[in-house]
């Protein structure tokens, strides 16, 4: 069976397309049921058009508090048809959603973030890390808790960052790793291959038979990156 999933969006929605593509590619055990934008006229929204899935314009201005927006959203998301077994990917939604949403889908809301959690939360995680300095940057695919960009951590991608380069640079650099982490993570979801404990997210090598397994080996080390890189004898 496919995973029902609600994509959350609040902007260009380029996370949404790299689901939808994946699903379309067959990798992506998935079926969006729902994208639910908080915004009006956003991209976002056009392409779940353009591939006829079917959204929701819902402006959290048109409601008088947080949880009754979160409500709102919650009953039309059900309404779609994500209950009990389905999962709630935030795609660039800009908004902290509050406990009327996450015990609604308590351990089913996942987020994508461009910084390596828990640096840098917030609206500009790229253009704050590369003010800061730091030779590595990345995202951070995590459930969803009621702090912003704070949940436990199904998986994070590492980009190098160079002196004096901005967010202009280091965003986009950042959002193609974006776009194959958060589909590979709604996949194992899918595969009921994670389990979270505490602030820990176990990925289990084999759920149910897969189509691609992960290599059974991996040494940790063979995967470092290190910026500026080693010279020869370090
Ligand atoms: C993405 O970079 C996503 O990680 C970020 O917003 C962008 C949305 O792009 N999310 C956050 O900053 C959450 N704090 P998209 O609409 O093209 O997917």
Redesign the pocket.
């Known amino acids: 069976m496919k995973l029902p999933v609600a994509v959350l969006?609040s902007?260009?929605?380029?996370?949404?397309q790299s689901i939808i593509d994946r699903i379309e590619q067959g990798v992506l055990d998935a079926e969006i049921k729902l994208v639910v934008s908080n915004r009006a006229g956003v991209f976002?929204i056009e392409r779940a058009k353009r591939h006829n899935l079917p959204y929701k314009v819902m402006l959290h201005t048109d409601y008088r508090s947080r949880e009754a927006f979160d409500q709102a959203m919650v009953d039309a998301i059900v309404e779609a048809g994500v209950g009990d077994n389905g999962l709630v990917a935030m795609?660039?939604f800009?908004r902290i959603v509050t406990s009327v949403f996450l015990r609604a889908f308590e351990g089913r809301v996942m987020?994508?973030?461009?910084a390596l959690v828990p640096s840098f939360p917030?609206?500009n995680?790229q253009a704050d890390a590369a003010d800061y300095g730091v030779k590595i940057a990345g995202?951070t695919v995590h459930f969803v808790d009621e702090q912003m960009?704070h949940g436990p951590v199904v998986i994070q991608a590492a980009v190098p960052c160079q002196a004096g380069e901005d967010g202009n640079v280091l965003a986009p650099r950042i959002?193609k790793l974006?776009h194959r982490v958060y589909p590979q993570a709604i996949q194992w979801y899918a595969e009921d291959r994670l389990r979270i404990a505490g602030r820990h997210v176990e990925l289990k090598v084999a759920g149910r038979p897969c189509a691609r397994q992960p290599k059974a080996d991996i040494e940790p080390e063979t995967y470092a990156l290190v910026w500026p890189p080693l010279e020869e004898g370090f």
Do not use: K
């Open positions: 969006v902007g260009s929605g380029s996370n949404l976002g795609a660039g800009m987020n994508i973030h461009p917030g609206v995680g995202c960009d959002l974006e």
